[in-house]
């Protein structure tokens, strides 16, 4: 089954960079879209960026100019760059991917449109 590991999450101050990464199985990142979520205590997941086949990327309003969303298909890893950290930042960041042949993007970064789905990694930044 596919699996996908996330790492990198810590706890950052105010105004720093962190990278995330998520790990997928097999030849995997090529022939999907991907996507990372985060999903805060008491709040709703939220998708923040996405990738298709292509390496066309879309993001959210709140998260444009400051994610940087890229992935490296030999290596089946997806990034995730923050820049700019802010303290509503803080949440569990979550890895998904589509179904096989998931090509495209739509216009929004909806769960629906993510069939994988990795444990997670927290991310905390203090101010």
């Known amino acids: 089954q596919v699996q996908l590991v996330e790492s990198g999450g810590g706890s950052v101050q105010a105004g720093g960079s962190l990278r995330l990464s998520c790990a997928a199985s097999?030849?995997?990142?090529?022939?999907?879209?991907m996507a990372w979520f985060r999903q805060a205590p008491g709040k709703e997941r939220e998708g923040v960026a996405a990738i298709g086949t292509d390496g066309t990327t879309t993001y959210a309003d709140s998260v444009k100019g400051r994610f940087t969303i890229s992935k490296d298909n030999p290596k089946n890893t997806l990034y995730l760059q923050i820049n700019s950290l802010k303290p509503e930042d803080t949440a569990v960041y979550y890895c998904?991917?589509?179904?096989?042949?998931?090509?495209?993007?739509?216009?929004?970064?909806?769960?629906?449109?993510?069939?994988?789905w990795g444990q997670g990694t927290q991310l905390t930044v203090s101010s």
């Open positions: 998904a991917a589509g179904g096989y042949y998931s090509l495209g993007l739509g216009p929004t970064i909806s769960k629906t449109d993510f069939a994988y």
């Open positions: 097999g030849s995997f990142l090529s022939s999907r879209r």
